[in-house]
């Protein structure tokens, strides 16, 4: 069983820059494939970016490819979304995702746990 919490939401500016923490508590993490989602409101959850279990391969959603960072390390139990040059319709609560298979994809039901989210925000 493998719990997340979310953190490092906030408000910033266009242009701006955040990272987003997700933090994991249970045996499988190391184990686990990783990924972020946003969820908009009126709109349906969007994947962000996924991690394999090892760190050495990531995928992206093509709306942020070359501006966020996904990361990992399995020694803290966490997963990062570095967020750079942020523009307002990254404004979003972002969700952290664990498959306990080790094997990332794009649709969310492909994830067994979720976090609870953070607010992110991105004012024009």
């Known amino acids: 069983q493998v719990q997340l919490v979310e953190s490092g939401g906030g408000l910033v500016q266009a242009g701006g820059s955040l990272r987003l923490s997700c933090a994991a508590s249970g045996r499988t993490f190391n184990n686990s494939a990783m990924a972020w989602f946003r969820q908009a409101p009126g709109k349906e959850r969007e994947f962000v970016a996924a991690i394999n279990w090892s760190g050495d391969s990531t995928y992206y959603a093509d709306s942020v490819k070359g501006r966020f960072t996904i990361s990992r390390d399995n020694a803290k139990s966490t997963v990062y979304l570095q967020m750079n040059s942020l523009k307002p319709e990254d404004t979003a609560v972002y969700y952290c995702?664990?498959?306990?298979?080790?094997?990332?994809?794009?649709?969310?039901?492909?994830?067994?746990?979720w976090g609870q989210g953070t607010q992110v925000t991105v004012s024009s």
């Open positions: 995702a664990a498959d306990e298979d080790g094997v990332y994809g794009s649709s969310p039901y492909h994830y067994d746990h």
